[in-house]
């Protein structure tokens, strides 16, 4: 009973910041987009400047407390457990290589918040497949 309760406890500390994270994501997100922008205007660049400066320490003190990002390579294969795709395209060479990202992820030490979304390549076969499913 008393490894049992320390189990607990332990993972009520680890995992403590779960909720505040996941209410977290939309801004999150909203960083990210506004940071790809690239504007022709010098003093909103400065801002973006700025932006970066603060998403990049929010991002620090969240990493402190076990969060890690889900930031899959365009090119590279298709990782069912961390990635989610929300979009397909056909090419028969190169099955289940991520063609896009399109949200990044988020975990919590072992335990995936928020898969990453990507567009993912697939072959015909497996298009008539799902079109069958459909």
Do not use: C, W
């Not at 790809?36 to 700025?50: M, R, W």
């Not at 890690?68 to 069912?80: A, D, H, L, Q």
């Not at 457990?81 to 988020?106: F, R, S």
């Amino acid at each position: 009973l008393r490894k049992s309760l320390e189990n607990d406890k332990n993972n009520i500390i680890k995992y403590r910041l779960l909720s505040l994270v996941e209410k977290l994501l939309p801004i999150l997100d909203s960083y990210e987009i506004v940071l790809k922008a690239s504007p022709d205007d010098e003093k909103i660049k400065n801002y973006l400047v700025g932006f970066g400066f603060l998403f990049k320490n929010l991002l620090t003190v969240l990493e402190e407390d076990g969060l890690t990002r889900i930031t899959p390579e365009v090119g590279s294969k298709f990782n069912y457990h961390e990635m989610e795709a929300v979009e397909t395209t056909i090419d028969n060479e190169h099955p289940d290589v991520i063609k896009a990202v399109e949200l990044t992820g988020y975990k919590l030490y072992d335990r995936i918040i928020r898969p990453a979304k990507v567009v993912v390549t697939i072959t015909e076969a497996d298009q008539k497949e799902v079109n069958k499913g459909e």
